[in-house]
């Protein structure tokens, strides 16, 4: 069946660092991809996503790329900022058959440090 | 426009009984998912509705059902909680396409079960 795999955290970095956090899927032919962010109490909010192989999903610094060769869409960010502390989930979902579900990966939690 | 809403926030339950959570979507969203959040197993889906009809299900035993009204408002019901019934259920809305359609998540239901 389909799965997400994300890196264990918590990741703690400095503000300024430079993020990485790995997402690689298990699936046949072309998922969607999707990366989430959730602030402590609150819901999940859309951070970006791509929708076929190479494309680029960006969003407040954050960016991510589709990669069909290696299954991944790692999630990047040049310069981090205290306020990305939060749990990040990169998601898949089918096109058809599986309706709108999202598969998550277990979340990867940032904590960013002055 | 207004987010998704649900309600209860916060609610508090003792073995055996049952619990009817709410989801409002987004006005003009006709798609309505619900997903329960727990620590040890992450992010699970549990069904999706679509113009009052289960479009997909998760792999949850029959305690958890859920319908979906004539204005795109969902409930979802757990009889006879368990412990293990302890979690954040999210509900999330989209316009009701497959594919791409970005579904949008409310803040959530605490459940705790006593």
């Known amino acids: 069946g389909n799965s997400v795999t994300q890196m264990e955290g918590p990741v703690t970095l400095s503000e300024e660092a430079f993020l990485t956090i790995n997402c690689t899927y298990t699936?046949?032919?072309?998922?969607?991809l999707f990366w989430y962010v959730q602030y402590p109490g609150e819901g999940l909010q859309l951070l970006l996503k791509a929708t076929k192989a190479d494309d680029k999903g960006s969003n407040k610094g954050f960016e991510a790329t589709y990669r069909k060769e290696t299954t991944s869409f790692h999630l990047e960010k040049g310069s981090v900022q205290v306020s990305d502390s939060a749990v990040y989930f990169c998601?898949?979902?089918?096109?058809?058959?599986?309706?709108?579900?999202?598969?998550f990966g277990t979340g990867t939690q940032l904590k960013v440090e002055l | 426009k207004a987010g998704v809403t649900q309600t209860p926030r916060y609610l508090i339950k003792t073995r055996g009984q049952q619990v009817t959570l709410s989801c409002s979507p987004i006005?003009?969203?006709?798609?309505v998912s619900w997903y329960q959040q727990t620590p040890g197993q992450g992010l699970q889906f549990l069904f999706e509705?679509?113009?009052?009809?289960?479009?997909n299900k998760g792999n949850f035993p029959g305690r958890f059902s859920g319908r979906q009204f004539s204005n795109s408002r969902s409930e979802m019901n757990v009889s006879t909680l368990e412990l293990g019934d302890s979690a954040l259920y999210l509900c999330a809305s989209n316009r009701g396409g497959l594919g791409t359609d970005t579904q949008y998540f409310g803040p959530g239901t605490r459940l705790t079960v006593l």
């Open positions: 006005s003009g969203h006709r798609s």
């Open positions: 699936a046949t032919g072309y998922p969607s």
């Open positions: 509705y679509f113009s009052e009809t289960q479009r």
């Open positions: 998601a898949l979902r089918w096109p058809t058959g599986g309706g709108n579900k999202l598969t």
